[in-house]
């Protein structure tokens, strides 16, 4: 797959690295100096320019691309990246990185895929300050990551323990319209409703092809 990374900082480096270990991967950064934070290893390509500039965006290949994600430290850039890249570019999967919480909420209602790294890691110290037995290690690992299954077709009617798949995928969360539920393997799953699930990362082309997720 191809994707474009949008900013060089401790975030946009280290998701270009994750990435370029199995896709193909462009970052755009507007000071060329940044790139020294994807050292020692990255096989990607990199592109000094202004990214909310459409010629820079062609050059970087938006029009083939599957994916972006604009994750600089300025919340307008990477919101004007995204609007940019829904609506003149039809990009599908658009990962903006907001902080101001205001923004966050008005865009994610919007229909954007938003992260708020600030917010994340709150709620994990949360976690950890009030609680006993929380853990970040699926968020920190690159072994195991979360698969998100909007319900819809001929999935809908099909039971949890059809989706799950022996060591590889496991279904925790049901969310619906009024609210998530965690399912018991015999639980059945209904239109609309967005199954999360627990996925080994090496497995996931095969988690893929098995549920049919495209």
Not at 26 to 39: M, P, Y
Not at 55 to 71: F, M, S
Not at 98 to 106: F, H, L
Not at 176 to 193: H, N, S
């Amino acid at each position: 797959m191809y994707f474009i990374v949008i900013g060089c900082g401790k975030v946009g480096s280290q998701l270009a690295k994750f990435l370029s270990e199995n896709h193909n991967v462009v970052v755009i950064d507007k000071n060329a100096s940044s790139f020294q934070a994807l050292q020692p290893v990255f096989n990607g390509i990199t592109i000094t320019g202004n990214c909310i500039n459409l010629d820079v965006l062609r050059d970087a290949g938006i029009e083939r691309c599957d994916g972006i994600a604009a994750v600089t430290s300025d919340d307008n850039v990477n919101i004007v990246v995204g609007q940019i890249a829904k609506k003149m570019f039809n990009i599908n999967k658009c990962i903006i990185r907001i902080v101001d919480p205001v923004k966050n909420e008005i865009y994610r209602k919007l229909g954007y895929d938003v992260i708020s790294g600030q917010r994340l890691v709150a709620a994990i110290i949360r976690d950890k300050l009030i609680e006993k037995g929380t853990t970040t290690y699926i968020v920190e690992s690159g072994d195991i990551t979360f698969l998100e299954i909007l319900i819809n077709g001929k999935k809908s009617g099909t039971r949890v323990s059809d989706l799950n798949i022996p060591e590889e995928f496991k279904v925790v969360v049901v969310v619906k319209q009024d609210g998530p539920v965690i399912p018991d393997d015999g639980y059945v799953v209904k239109e609309g409703d967005l199954v999360i699930g627990v996925a080994r990362m090496k497995s996931m082309q095969r988690i893929k092809k098995i549920l049919e997720i495209t």
